[in-house]
């Protein structure tokens, strides 16, 4: 399986991109937004990518990261959802807006998405929803941070906690997530110290 390509963007289309690898010219499905965030072209890129075989076709998709890619084999695993419609969800939303999306049985985001309609969107969450966790969302803060030991994990529990406050106060389950998620680890002390900086963010 091809895990990168590495070379020359030479032009970016509608749905792809053309990258010269020593004279070889790859046409590589993207995202929009992820050929948004592209350098100009002329320039070298490094492109992460899934090899779609077909009877008919072999096609390669394009991600700027390996968590995007991570994501999109998530997608396609779903039953109904194949590499374009992975491709079209992620051209609306960011890897952790659709992780978002799932904790927080958010259909009408997912479903806004080309092709995606209110059925495959519950679906897709139903399916998601135990793949993905609040740690999976939250997590980066906790790794590297200033806490140590059994900090992370303590950390994962207290904002748990705090996203369950918000939307008892009457949040949505998304605005909740991504407020706690701004709360610096250095302030993620308890439940209530990251209440008070979370609804900061939400006033």
């Keep these: 399986m091809i895990q990168f390509i590495r070379g020359t963007l030479v032009s970016i289309e509608e749905d792809r991109v053309i990258v010269d690898v020593n004279g070889v010219g790859c046409g590589i499905f993207m995202s929009v937004q992820a050929m948004a965030l592209l350098p100009q072209t002329g320039t070298e890129v490094k492109i992460h990518t899934y090899l779609s075989v077909k009877e008919d076709a072999m096609q390669l998709y394009g991600f700027l990261t390996r968590d995007d890619l991570m994501i999109f084999r998530l997608l396609i695993g779903v039953n109904g959802i194949g590499p374009k419609g992975g491709q079209a ?74 996203v369950q406050a918000l939307t008892a106060l009457g949040y949505g389950s998304t605005e909740a997530l991504k407020a706690v998620k701004q709360v610096p680890p250095e302030e993620q002390v308890d439940v209530e110290s990251v209440l008070k900086r979370a609804l900061k963010y939400l006033l």
């Design 89 to 162: 969800i992620l051209s609306v939303l960011q890897p952790d807006d659709l992780r978002f999306a799932v904790l927080a049985g958010d259909v009408k985001a997912i479903s806004a998405a080309p092709g995606i309609g209110k059925k495959t969107a519950e679906k897709l969450i139903l399916e998601l929803r135990d793949k993905l966790k609040i740690g999976d969302v939250l997590g980066h803060q906790t790794s590297g941070g200033a806490l140590s030991g059994s900090a992370p994990k303590e950390s994962g529990h207290i904002q748990s906690e705090a």
